[in-house]
């Protein structure tokens, strides 16, 4: 990506997919936008297949100048396994929601991190089911309005809020990589994607989730969303969920 | 390879596999399908080049297989029962990208987890599954080695055309050991890169579109596709057919008993004969008609409650007033049981 030069758009995205079909202010294109920069930084353009899930993430489906191909809701972390047992050279790239990784596919994941499948999976965590319209998720933080928590999420019924990468790591292979980065800082986002796909050419599982906003639904200005963002990073707190001190499988 | 061998039929399914050039296998244990995945580990023990993964279910087994075929493998599962409504999810995801899906169906008795050997209850699902207007193309084996042979060509017939690819079996057709000839007479179709893998000129498949109209004119072009398909790949079995007035229509297991009985009814001067679908979707309505419309009566018999005979009768409809339908769900017919019954009905 140059400086100043395409709006500032990695090179690697598919220009006649913008503007995008993500809402104004969405998050997960601001994450895409870092994952198309890192791509750009480590010239892996040639090596990249990304594979998406239903929700939101499947406005991507086109998003960049490489491979894409969209899955089922909850199955993309399966198609991503298959995928890469297939072809071991390309580094493929999972991207979900907070459905598709915490509820309806959550089994795969922890299997694939459990197996340590040599894969990169993102899931997008902004509190609620955005694509269908803002209902309650595993993320929905306690009290918190969705449309089918109305009067706010109650915890002794749905549970709290869900602690996805700290879950996962409990499962995971010791040697594979989770953490949980945030939109908020793009810095610290893009050197968690780095080790996140750095972890898969090493032939490791790697996990992140990203914190991310999604005015639309929430309801909020610019200043509103990331103040909303500013509660989540409380709740989720950013950073490597480091091994659990597991013995190595190895 | 050696020419013959003394196998089961999942064995013989196995080594079908291998002779129509499949190199992964996604699957998740199920009676009585397991011994494929079984036999899969064995022979990827002995060629490393083959791979294999057991999932956490068949959910993801079958998405893995879609994984697979998306990098340009031949790649397959099998399942049965509750695990083959599991499989509906990727297959419908195969349907809508047309890819080459393969799944092998060893059919065990439902609704539920039923029974788990024997039936002939997997025709509907199998056939007609998915979200949406499900096209698949579904063989239906009657011996170990034509469990064999209809894998092998599975493979051929799934890249070639570009539509999901089954082959129904059962239990007791996966368990039973007799010698076959292991001789392949079809050359395995190759597989291709599906996805490209080329920069700048990106490969992007969905299954997810933003108008009705854009929808349906890929729904428009993959029925069109298969209609052109129907007359390359529908194939049936005609014994004693030519001059029969009394035709059974059977297929899988139950045909292979049929054949007996209509071995039986012969040697008693009853012009009986046989018709087996090979495919059960698409039928080969064209090559059945003739003999079907020329018989006296027709007898549709199968281990399940007219799921193949709605098949079979809603492409003829003109073949129905003849028909007698003969079903026993879940279990499964003897030639003697069979010669008895055509035997009572035509009185």
């Known amino acids: ?250 | 390879m050696k020419n013959s061998g003394f196998v089961t039929g999942n064995e013989a399914v196995v080594l079908g596999a291998l002779a129509g050039g499949a190199e992964m296998f996604f699957g998740y244990p199920i009676t009585p399908a397991t011994e494929i995945l079984e036999g899969w580990v064995n022979a990827a023990r002995e060629d490393k080049n083959l791979k294999y993964l057991q999932t956490e279910d068949e959910i993801a087994a079958g998405f893995a297989v879609v994984g697979a075929i998306l990098a340009g493998k031949k790649a397959f599962t099998a399942t049965a029962g509750v695990g083959n409504v599991l499989i509906q999810d990727p297959v419908s995801m195969a349907e809508n990208e047309r890819l080459p899906f393969v799944g092998i169906v060893t059919q065990r008795g439902g609704p539920s987890t039923g029974t788990v050997i024997y039936s002939q209850q997997e025709v509907n699902l199998t056939a007609l599954g998915g979200n949406g207007d499900g096209l698949r193309i579904v063989y239906s084996a009657s011996s170990v080695e034509e469990s064999y042979l209809l894998t092998a060509k599975l493979f051929s017939t799934a890249w070639k055309f570009r539509f999901p690819t089954f082959l129904l079996t059962d239990g007791y057709l996966g368990k039973q050991r007799i010698t076959i000839s292991l001789s392949n007479p079809l050359k395995s179709y190759p597989a291709s890169k599906i996805l490209k893998e080329i920069p700048g000129k990106p490969t992007h498949i969905r299954n997810c579109y933003g108008s009705e109209a854009e929808f349906a004119k890929v729904l428009r072009r993959n029925i069109s596709d298969y209609k052109a398909l129907i007359s390359k790949v529908s194939e049936c079995e005609f014994f004693k057919a030519t001059d029969a007035s009394d035709i059974i229509v059977a297929h899988g297991s139950v045909a292979e008993a049929s054949k007996a009985a209509v071995i039986s009814l012969r040697e008693g001067n009853v012009e009986a004969g046989l018709i087996r679908p090979i495919t059960l979707r698409p039928l080969d309505c064209r090559g059945m008609f003739p003999y079907l419309k020329a018989a006296e009566r027709i007898y549709i018999i199968e281990s399940s409650f007219e799921q193949f005979a709605r098949l079979v009768l809603y492409k003829m409809p003109e073949i129905a007033d003849k028909t007698i339908k003969i079903f026993k769900p879940a279990e499964g017919f003897t030639p003697k049981e069979i010669e008895k019954t055509i035997l009572e009905r035509r009185k």
């Not at chain 1, 006649?16 to 870092?34: D, N, R, V, W, Y």
């Not at chain 1, 986002?189 to 929430?218: R, S, Y």
């Open chain 1, 1 to 250: 990506m140059k400086e100043n030069d395409r709006f500032s758009m990695p090179d690697c995205f598919n220009l006649a997919s913008k503007p995008s079909l993500f809402c104004p202010g969405c998050g997960q294109s601001m994450f895409l936008k870092h994952l198309g920069s890192v791509i750009d930084q480590q010239k892996i353009i040639d090596k990249i297949t990304l594979a998406i899930d239903i929700g939101c993430s499947l406005l991507a489906w086109n998003y960049f100048d490489f491979d894409i191909i969209q899955t089922h809701h909850g199955r993309v972390v399966p198609t991503a396994v298959g995928y890469k047992m297939a072809r071991e050279k390309r580094i493929i790239i999972a991207i979900m929601g907070d459905g598709g990784g915490y509820a309806i596919g959550l089994q795969s994941l922890l299997h694939a991190a459990f197996r340590n499948n040599p894969i990169t999976t993102f899931v997008m965590n902004n509190t609620e089911y955005s694509m269908t319209g803002g209902q309650m998720a595993p993320t929905t933080m306690s009290k918190e309005l969705t449309t089918t928590s109305p009067e706010g999420k109650e915890e002794k019924l749905f549970g709290g809020a869900f602690l996805g990468p700290e879950l996962v790591r409990q499962a995971a292979n010791s040697d594979a990589y989770i953490a949980r980065a945030s939109v908020s800082n793009p810095v610290i986002l893009e050197t968690i994607i780095k080790k996140a796909i750095l972890a898969q050419t090493t032939g490791n599982f790697a996990f992140v989730e990203v914190l991310t906003i999604c005015p639309t639904n929430w309801k909020t200005d610019v200043a509103g969303s990331f103040e909303f963002l500013g509660k989540m990073e409380k709740i989720y707190p950013v950073g490597e969920i480091i091994k659990n001190g597991r013995t190595k499988n190895k």
